[in-house]
């Protein structure tokens, strides 16, 4: 059985920065492409950036892009998500997501295994 936890939610001024880490047990994470989705009060969930199983391709939603960095560590089974100059509309819940593919997906069904969130609060 593959978990996936994420950490390093928190609060932040628009601005500000914080790294979000996707800690992989029960298999080794370089068996799975990641993802990266958030999902704000009263919104659907969506995609916000994938990675390839070997870090070699990874994408972005438009909303984030130029200021989100995804990343994965296969030797740590870790996956990051490096977010800069955050504003409020980045505001939600942030889900890990694991896919037994080599490739990352944008849509949800494609997923495998999810976290359980860790919520991003940012204030104006």
């Known amino acids: 059985q593959v978990q996936l936890v994420e950490s390093g939610g928190g609060l932040v001024q628009a601005g500000g920065s914080l790294r979000l880490s996707c800690a992989v047990s029960?298999?080794?994470?370089?068996?799975?492409?990641m993802a990266w989705f958030r999902q704000a009060p009263g919104k659907e969930r969506e995609f916000v950036s994938g990675?390839?199983?070997?870090?070699?391709?990874?994408h972005y939603a438009d909303s984030v892009k130029g200021r989100f960095t995804i990343s994965r560590d296969n030797a740590k089974n870790t996956v990051y998500l490096q977010m800069n100059s955050l504003k409020p509309e980045d505001t939600a819940v942030y889900y890990c997501?694991?896919?037994?593919?080599?490739?990352?997906?944008?849509?949800?069904?494609?997923?495998?295994?999810w976290g359980q969130g860790t919520q991003v609060t940012v204030s104006s």
């Open positions: 029960g298999r080794t994470v370089s068996m799975y492409a």
């Open positions: 990675i390839s199983w070997s870090g070699g391709n990874f």
């Open positions: 997501a694991a896919t037994r593919s080599s490739s990352y997906y944008m849509a949800l069904r494609e997923y495998d295994y």
